[in-house]
């Protein structure tokens, strides 16, 4: 089974629902796909703070039940010799809450559910900080997977190099998308030849090897 590639220790933050055995099909996948001597796992809820209208006992058996509910996931992933810890982050709104959490603790690495029709995965994945990585699980498998993007006008020279090796290898051409942005004029302005419409690929690394150096003389590097 493939594991996803975390070259040093990393915190992987899984968002969990509030329903243990849901919760479960999100935290097995994860357990399963990340090396747990690289590995730190964060169980995370995401939660509306408690009304003052509740009384005592009742607000204290709430925050009671969601303790217990993240030490079983904690518990599980002890199980299965992963280190980890529990984190309850507060807000009204839940995905202004995720993508809070994001930029609060600087998250890279974020596995959450996708359920049919979720509006919160969707606006998560559209929203989330461009930095993170998010793996959407869906009935204990991995439904589809958002890439971390650089900020290429502050990237440096190898991480832009470094960033074109992984998406050539990835078929992926966000990157290439980016930087047509920022360098369009000078795109346009290189000529096709017939050999480009033989290999349209071809002239697509080529342009996406030519606005890097383009960035690099900008840059003055």
């Known amino acids: 089974m493939a594991t996803a590639e975390v070259k040093e220790e990393q915190k992987v933050y899984v968002l969990l629902p509030r329903d243990f055995n849901k919760g479960k099909h999100?935290?097995?996948?994860?357990l399963s796909h990340?090396?747990?001597?690289k590995t730190k796992i964060v169980a995370t809820?995401?939660?509306?703070?408690?009304?003052?209208?509740?009384?005592?006992?009742?607000?204290?058996q709430w925050r009671e039940r969601t303790n217990e509910i993240l030490d079983e996931h904690v518990a599980l992933c002890a199980i299965q010799k992963f280190k980890a810890e529990k984190l309850i982050h507060k807000n009204d709104d839940e995905v202004e809450g995720i993508l809070e959490l994001i930029d609060l603790m600087a998250v890279k690495n974020l596995v959450m559910?996708?359920?049919?029709?979720s509006k919160v995965a969707e606006l998560v994945g559209e929203k989330a900080n461009p930095s993170c990585k998010i793996w959407f699980i869906r009935n204990g498998n991995l439904l589809l997977t958002r890439h971390a993007r650089l900020d290429l006008t502050e990237a440096t020279t190898e991480?832009?190099?470094?960033e074109l090796q992984r998406r050539k290898k990835l078929h992926v051409n966000e990157v290439e998308m980016e930087l047509r942005e920022i360098y369009m004029?000078?795109?346009?302005e290189i000529p096709k030849t017939e050999n480009d419409k033989k290999d349209p690929l071809k002239r697509e690394i080529e342009q996406l090897e030519l606005v890097v150096v383009i960035f690099c003389k900008?840059?003055?590097i």
């Open 34 to 37: 990340f090396p747990k001597d």
């Open 26 to 30: 999100i935290l097995s996948w994860t």
């Open 185 to 188: 004029e000078e795109i346009e």
């Open 218 to 220: 900008e840059k003055q």
């Open 113 to 117: 559910g996708f359920p049919p029709n």
């Open 159 to 162: 991480e832009i190099e470094m």
């Open 45 to 60: 809820f995401i939660t509306s703070p408690l009304s003052t209208n509740y009384s005592d006992a009742l607000l204290n």
